[in-house]
């Protein structure tokens, strides 16, 4: 069973979310994001209604990809990845791959030295406006 984290659950981390639960491979999924849902974000973030606003993204999106897959374990987490206390290191070498869904370039360039000194995989991707992009990180000694 491939255990994988993603980091986010806004644009691009509910897009993730859907497809990774709706793809069947993945039983263990872990999601976190310290954000709550706004008014804002409802026509882009497709998880969320109107009636999510003010709860936390993490735990209405966990809910609602349950309701796509059920049989998928999703553990869902209101708290910011940076936090030492709660996710130490030995909290991401437990995963087999790890997912980047994050627009705040500090926390992207924190997972990314995480997932790089654990050498666990890391699928990197970001927005700036209409733009997108995406780069598979894999920490390989020559």
């Not at 069947?24 to 497709?46: K, M, P």
Request: net charge positive; hydrophobic share 50%.
């Amino acid at each position: 069973m491939t255990r994988v984290l993603i980091v986010g659950a806004g644009g691009i981390g509910c897009e993730l979310l859907k497809n990774v639960v709706l793809s069947g491979n993945f039983h263990d999924i872990h999601l976190v994001d310290l954000d709550t849902i706004e008014l804002s974000n409802l026509n882009r973030q497709f998880l969320f209604r109107r009636k999510h606003i003010g709860m936390s993204k993490a735990d209405v999106a966990r809910e609602a990809a349950l309701k796509m897959n059920p049989l998928a374990s999703i553990t869902a987490y209101f708290a910011n990845i940076m936090d030492t206390q709660r996710f130490p290191i030995k909290f991401f070498k437990s995963f087999d791959l790890v997912m980047n869904a994050l627009d705040n370039l500090t926390a992207r360039r924190y997972v990314n030295l995480m997932c790089l000194m654990c050498k666990v995989p890391l699928i990197e991707s970001g927005t700036a406006g209409y733009l997108g992009q995406t780069a598979i990180i894999i920490n390989v000694i020559l």
